[in-house]
Nanobody
Framework: VQLQASGGGSVQAESSLRLSCTAS????????MGWFRQAPGQEREFVAA????????YYIDSVKGRFTISRDNAKNTVYLQINSLKAEDTAVYYC???????????WGKGTQVTVSS
């Protein structure tokens, strides 16, 4: 089972990126999905979540109005649209699926987002 985040890059402030999270060996449809990020020297931070059917998106206050989480279960993919990027958004972004019936969460390899002002 492997999740993989992609779509990161080095961009200027106020730019946009769309991150994608795909899975191999795991169907994402049954899982609530989340995006997290970890800035250098800091703890991993929850950013956004979406339920199994693509509803009830939830965001932390610092990204509301700029980030949009969505999913396409037919493509087994979850997205994070990031607009109006700020330097403080610089981090490695990770996607998470779960928890499953046994309480296990699945994590993907992250994608680096670097924002220069």
């Amino acid at each position: 089972v492997q999740l993989q985040a992609s779509g990161g890059g080095s961009v200027q402030a106020e730019s946009s990126l769309r991150l994608s999270c795909t899975a191999s060996g795991l169907t994402l449809r049954p899982y609530h999905m989340g995006w997290f990020r970890q800035a250098p020297g800091q703890e991993r931070e929850f950013v956004a979540a979406i339920n199994r059917s693509g509803g009830a998106p939830y965001y932390i206050d610092s990204v509301k109005g700029r980030f949009t989480i969505s999913r396409d279960n037919a493509k087994n993919t979850v997205y994070l649209q990031i607009n109006s990027l700020k330097a403080e958004d610089t981090a490695v972004y990770y996607c998470q699926a779960g928890p499953d019936f046994y309480g296990k969460n699945y994590w993907g390899k992250g994608t680096q987002v670097t924002v220069s002002s």
